[in-house]
């Protein structure tokens, strides 16, 4: 079965919009995949409380990256008013993060999880998922055509939406090159950028990325307003 | 100011005065006057030019002492501990110290340690100090975090700081000038000996060197003959611009043949490659002519420094790393390729020939283009006039403040106050205020943000006693780990591909960016050598032997340095004064004539603004002569200004002295007076500022030092570019969260000094109140022709970033989805 082979289309709002797998899906500029048929929100890697579990063990980073991941994820929910928001996957840091999270930001995912149904997809790094936290934790979610997981599978998955990877996409430009996190897709299956602050990244030209996709994927990199397709062979590895 | 000369000379133990007499020397005034000041238990700053003896003078107190005390006497430790910014210097002067203690069979063991020494021979000195050991800042900074300090410094007699001149005004000399302040509190009666070449200022250095609110006593050389120093005049005309000099290069070959060695410095690494290759181009004679840079491998570069050293070489070729170091005597002449940019800098380069302080230097200035011929000639005046560059103003960097604070509560327990006094102790941070230290304090124990979540995670914690400690020993473990304020950028390793099997040689390294602009297949010019880039692969750049004759990627890029204020002053005084012209070579004279007939000589008091179209473009031209760094940023500051005007700046380009910006719309009618206006360095830098990846990379270095990122883990050293990416992440939540934070004060702090040069352009545009004087030309200037040869080497940097996305994205229709 093939898909069928409407061309991207960039959305006034510098969203890119696209097929998986024959499902038209909207790429947000902030990194998130809007389901509008679903009005379903998806949100990957918010990797909460990265920050104090490096000051746990010595190296004092700014303790406000989970304040800043909510900030920027509330205002996807404000402006689109989804009805149900999948959080997909490695959303906590690790399995202290929750018992770390400050009062204010516990108050913030309450708020954002009144009217509509909160999923939390389990990763890796959040293998039980949110002990007191609102929402409803999931193994997967099936959305058809689309599965929606943390962690890709190995091989070509058709309709297969992902987080886990943290696609980065480099480009060089003449003197210097940009790298940007970006969603990876070959039209089958798409892997989703992180949305954490503080969540780096891995570029797309890694063999991590090779086992996944039928044929090269492309990249689309979040600018600054806008996300840009940039096709494979435009890409550059990090060294 | 210096004391009087004592009525008597003293004279030194009969051993010392054998030993100089056996060399037919007698020792020399300042010699017995750094001896006077050890008896005296004075802080001593000495500036004599090199080869006058400066090092033994620095050491004769401390071999006098210790040659009066048998062994068995000496309480145990090291006397005296000397401190050099170079890690060759310190191997140097342990094998130069050894000639007197051995001739005059002193008992006094010397030893050197840098980041070089093996584990087992730094295991060994902490065990058995030598009587004189001969490191580093950073190893100074390691030993200030180790918990044996206190103990193994409990008799330092003595420490020596050598080419203070080049250290005092760097993180570095912070960093130091902290750690000089921990070994006076493990021993009070230690004595702080300075040795620096000549500069503007001494008695900033004296406050430098001693703990304040003390100031050292001064000691000078005699100074040398004057240096014979020329200008190149070249049969050629001098190009209107670039920084090559390849127009003269038959000319200093000719020249370097009358000497018996020179040294031909450049300002760049790439000039540095292209000077190389046309002076062998040109050697017909086959004169050993090496090349020395920074980039070059450190064994490579020994090669060069011992060839130098037996004699055996003509000249080298040379960026900056040879600015400081070893004495050669052989070097009897100094070429200056482009123009030296500050007259301090062209003295320590001239001072790099003929030691024999009887004998004038010979040095010979070769500018690259006209402005250069100006800034050469102004260089030569200010050298003859014995007027130096004065350095800026400088106060401690907190974020090196941070490091040291981590690194003393690594050693032992301390009070907030004891390490407050002892901070304010260092003249870099006399002023500091207790806001300020209470601040750097809270950042080293909790990461001072305005959340307090991290309490529980301090990284120093107070006991009962109310002392602050290292939280525990792995702690401190990753701080020894992170110590120094030396953040190099990302670099990577040359190797030469050979065929399949590994073992690759490696030949040097380079800056990321660099390859980053090739593609497999380019050539490039390393270490005289054209090589084929074949990519890249983990920290390694491979690249392969090529048979080009001419790299196919120019190694184009101007100056690092930025041309300083005392000569930019100097030039703009010898423009204007057309008595002074006819000093000048008949086609600058000429070009110079050219400027007045079809627009103006540039005031020197004044700010001259050309307008003028061309090819379809507007162009605004203007002649501060402050220096690169200021121009770029008056030019970033100015192009906000002109797109609200709604004139649609495309781009500017600047150099040492001139600045253009182009455009879509005539700028002939503006306002020039509210263009240049003061107030332009409050919000629009502000602004500017926060979109810049300058202000990234400055976070970068502060986060590295003060250590909030980690330089590397135990054992591997993470590559720079891992470290970038996660700084720019914090930078980004900080700047939102908690804009004021230390880090991000520093950050802009060292911006403002290093990269903006904010002061200059804020002396500048207050000079030009009332006096930007604008003319309208129909047709580009002879001055502005320079200035426009550069377009195409820059373009607006704000939206840079998303214009090379947009260039990358691929056409939707054409390569669409199946």
């Not at chain 2, 090092?55 to 071999?63: D, H, K, N, W, Y």
């Not at chain 2, 941070?402 to 009070?415: D, F, N, R, T, V």
């Not at chain 2, 002879?782 to 214009?803: D, L, N, T």
């Amino acid at each position: 079965m093939t898909a069928p082979t409407n061309p991207p289309v960039r959305l006034p709002c510098g969203s890119i919009r696209l097929r998986v797998n024959g499902e038209a899906v909207t790429l947000r500029p902030s990194g998130a995949l809007w389901l509008e048929q679903h009005q379903t929100l998806v949100v990957a890697d918010l990797h909460l409380e990265k920050g104090s579990a490096y000051a746990a063990r010595g190296q004092m980073l700014p303790p406000y990256d989970t304040a800043e991941t909510l900030r920027r994820l509330t205002q996807e929910v404000t402006a689109l008013g989804p009805g149900r928001l999948i959080l997909l996957g490695d959303s906590l840091h690790d399995g202290q993060a929750e018992a770390r999270l400050a009062p204010a930001d516990v108050d913030q995912i309450d708020r954002l999880a009144q009217g509509l149904e909160l999923l939390w997809v389990i990763g890796n790094h959040d293998a039980d998922g949110p002990r007191h936290l609102p929402g409803q934790t999931m193994d997967e979610i099936h959305i058809n055509p689309l599965i929606l997981r943390h962690e890709p599978l190995p091989a070509p998955q058709p309709g297969e939406v992902a987080g886990h990877l943290h696609p980065c996409a480099k480009v060089a430009g003449k003197g210097r090159s940009v790298r940007r996190r970006c969603f990876a897709t070959d039209g089958q299956r798409l892997i989703l950028p992180a949305f954490g602050a503080y969540a780096g990244g891995l570029n797309l030209r890694d063999s991590a990325f090779s086992p996944l996709f039928a044929k090269p994927p492309i990249a689309a990199a979040l600018g600054k307003d806008q996300v840009h397709l940039i096709g494979w062979n435009q890409l550059v590895a990090d060294r | 100011m210096e004391r009087p000369a004592p009525s008597l000379p003293p004279t030194l133990p009969s051993p010392f005065l054998d030993w100089f007499a056996s060399k037919g020397w007698a020792a020399r005034d300042h010699q017995i006057a750094m001896v006077q000041r050890a008896k005296a238990g004075r802080h001593v700053l000495l500036i004599a030019p090199t080869g006058g003896g400066k090092t033994l003078a620095g050491f004769l107190p401390s071999l006098i002492d210790l040659s009066q005390t048998p062994a068995s006497e000496r309480p145990e430790g090291i006397h005296t501990l000397y401190i050099s910014p170079l890690k060759a210097l310190a191997v140097d002067v342990a094998r130069n110290l050894m000639a007197p203690i051995e001739e005059m069979g002193l008992p006094i063991r010397v030893e050197s340690r840098t980041g070089d020494t093996n584990l087992s021979k730094r295991q060994r000195q902490k065990a058995n100090p030598p009587d004189i050991l001969l490191t580093t800042p950073e190893q100074l900074a390691l030993f200030c975090a180790w918990d044996g300090a206190r103990a193994y410094f409990a008799n330092l007699k003595t420490v020596i700081i050598d080419e203070v001149h080049a250290l005092h005004g760097s993180k570095r000399g912070d960093l130091l000038c902290l750690g000089l302040a921990r070994l006076q509190s493990f021993a009070p009666a230690m004595r702080r000996v300075g040795l620096s070449a000549t500069v503007e200022d001494p008695d900033r250095l004296r406050r430098w060197i001693a703990p304040r609110p003390e100031v050292a006593d001064l000691v000078l050389g005699t100074p040398g003959a004057p240096p014979r120093i020329e200008v190149l005049l070249s049969d050629q005309r001098v190009p209107w611009a670039g920084h090559s000099a390849q127009h003269a290069m038959a000319e200093v070959y000719e020249t370097l043949k009358t000497a018996r060695t020179a040294l031909v410095f450049v300002n760049t690494r790439w000039q540095s490659e292209f000077a190389f290759q046309e002076l062998w181009r040109l050697n017909e004679d086959n004169l050993p002519i090496a090349l020395h840079h920074g980039a070059l491998a450190p064994e490579q570069r020994r090669k060069v420094e011992a060839a130098m050293a037996r004699g055996e070489l003509r000249a080298v070729v040379c960026t900056s790393t040879l600015d400081l170091g070893i004495d050669w005597g052989a070097v009897d002449l100094v070429i200056q390729l482009a123009a030296p940019k500050g007259s301090s800098r062209l003295v320590q380069r001239i001072g790099r020939s003929n030691h024999r302080l009887d004998e004038p230097s010979r040095a010979l200035l070769v500018p690259a283009n006209r402005f250069e011929m100006l800034e050469c000639q102004a260089a030569l005046e200010a050298v003859a006039a014995g007027a130096l560059d004065g350095d800026p103003p400088r106060t401690g960097a907190l974020d090196v403040l941070a490091q040291h604070l981590m690194g003393a509560c690594c050693g032992e327990a301390l009070s907030s106050e004891a390490l407050f006094a002892e901070a304010r102790s260092a003249a870099p941070y006399e002023d500091m205020s207790q806001q300020d230290f209470d601040d750097v304090l809270s950042f080293v124990s909790n990461g001072g943000y305005a959340l307090r979540t991290y309490d529980q995670f301090r990284r120093i914690v107070t006991g009962q006693d109310g002392l602050w400690r290292v939280r525990n020993p792995q702690t401190a473990q990753r701080h020894r780990l992170n110590v120094g304020a030396i953040v190099a950028g990302a670099t990577l390793n040359i190797r030469v591909s050979s065929g399949r099997h590994g073992s690759a040689r490696k030949i040097g390294e380079a800056e990321e960016w660099y390859f980053e602009q090739l593609t497999p297949g380019d050539t490039f010019l390393f270490g005289g050598e054209v090589w084929r880039f074949e990519g890249v692969s983990g920290m390694d750049a491979r690249v392969t032997r090529s048979a080009d004759k001419e790299p196919k990627i120019p190694s184009w890029g101007g100056t690092k340095f930025s041309m300083s204020t005392h000569l930019a002053e100097r030039v703009r005084d010898m423009i204007m004064d057309r008595d002074h012209w006819q000093q000048l070579p008949g086609d600058v004279q000429d070009w110079l004539g050219a400027q007045a007939a079809h627009s103006a000589i540039p005031a020197a008091d004044g700010l001259l603004v050309e307008t003028f179209p061309r090819g379809g473009k507007h162009y605004l031209v203007c002649y501060p002569f402050e220096g690169r760094l200021a121009h770029t940023t008056l030019a970033m500051l100015l192009t906000r200004r002109l797109d609200r005007l709604g004139v649609a700046p495309l781009g500017f380009v600047c150099n040492d002295y001139v600045l253009c910006i182009w455009a879509m719309k005539p700028m002939d009618g503006l306002d020039l007076d509210g263009l240049f206006q003061q107030d332009m360095l409050g919000d629009d830098l502000e602004a500017w500022l926060d979109e810049s990846v300058m202000l990234k990379r400055m976070f970068r270095h502060c986060a590295l030092i003060s250590g909030l990122i980690e330089r590397r883990f135990a054992g591997a050293e993470k590559s720079g570019r891992q470290v970038t990416f996660s700084s720019d992440l914090i930078y980004d939540v900080l700047r939102k969260h908690q804009p004021d934070h230390l880090l991000l004060r520093c950050a802009r702090a060292d911006a403002a000094v290093g990269m903006l040069d904010i002061r200059r352009l804020g002396d500048f545009l207050q000079r030009i109140v009332g006096k930007v004087r604008g003319i309208s030309l129909p047709k580009v200037s002879p001055f502005a022709v320079p200035v426009m040869m550069e377009i195409g080497r820059e373009a607006i940097a704000g939206a840079a970033q998303e214009a090379i996305l947009e260039a990358a994205a691929f056409d939707l229709i054409s390569e669409a989805l199946s």
